[in-house]
């Protein structure tokens, strides 16, 4: 079992930036690819982006290409999200997801709130 916990969310105003960190409690390396989905108040979750378990691989949603960027850290077992010129229709709770690149085994953390406002 592998446990996710998020920080790094916050209150930002439109054009702002934050950081999130996602942090697993065992090695990450070459085991899990790692993502960010986020969910808005009565929408589904949904894909933000995501990067694989060499860190070769990495896929963004359309609406967040050019803004967001994430990557991975496997010494600290931290995968992130950088989110620059955030928009208020970024507001969502981001869950940090692992999945295991053999057998598809899934877990996700708790989320972290960002909220963004005009």
């Known amino acids: 079992q592998v446990e996710l916990k998020e920080s790094g969310g916050g209150l930002v105003q439109t054009g702002g930036s934050l950081r999130l960190s996602c942090t697993a409690s065992q090695n990450i390396d070459n085991i899990y690819a790692m993502g960010w989905y986020r969910q808005a108040p009565e929408k589904e979750r949904e894909f933000v982006a995501s990067?694989?378990?060499?860190?070769?691989?990495?896929y963004y949603r359309d609406s967040v290409k050019g803004r967001f960027a994430i990557s991975r850290d496997n010494a600290k077992n931290t995968v992130y999200l950088q989110m620059n010129n955030l928009k208020v229709e970024d507001t969502a709770v981001y869950f940090c997801?692992?999945?295991?690149?053999?057998?598809?085994?899934?877990?996700w953390g708790q989320g972290t709130q960002v909220t963004v406002s005009s």
């Open positions: 990067i694989h378990s060499n860190g070769e691989t990495i």
């Open positions: 997801k692992a999945d295991h690149s053999a057998r598809g085994v899934v877990y």
